[in-house]
């Protein structure tokens, strides 16, 4: 179950499954319900919880921006040499460690 954020307001996975089990206790308003509803919760906010004290969804944001910035130089430079794409793999895999590195004293909350 993917719980990363969506583009243009939609919920997330975890977001919709969570509201589906609130529309359901409230439907219903029996103790299992309610009890699959705090379930529910109770993982979303772990997972939530996690995410922020291991930094992985910045990781890898920082990640994916680095390929797609690779990606984009290349496709911008098609006849550069093998010295340039390896200088530029290199500053761009330079900032992305440091912007990782920044992570570790970056506040939880």
């Known amino acids: 179950m993917s719980g990363s954020v969506s583009s243009g307001g939609e919920m997330t996975n975890a977001q919709l499954i969570q509201q589906m089990a609130l529309l359901r206790w409230l439907g219903s308003d029996t103790d299992e319900d309610r009890r699959m509803l705090a379930a529910v919760t109770g993982l979303q906010v772990g997972r939530e919880l996690l995410n922020r004290i291991t930094g992985q969804d910045q990781v890898d944001a920082y990640k ?10 290349l496709r911008e430079n098609p006849r550069a040499s093998q010295a ?16 990782v590195k920044a992570l570790e004293t970056a506040p939880i909350f």
């Open 64 to 73: 994916r921006e680095c390929i797609l910035g690779i990606s984009q130089f």
């Open 84 to 99: 340039t794409i390896n200088a530029e793999v290199e500053k761009r895999v330079l900032v992305f460690a440091a912007r």
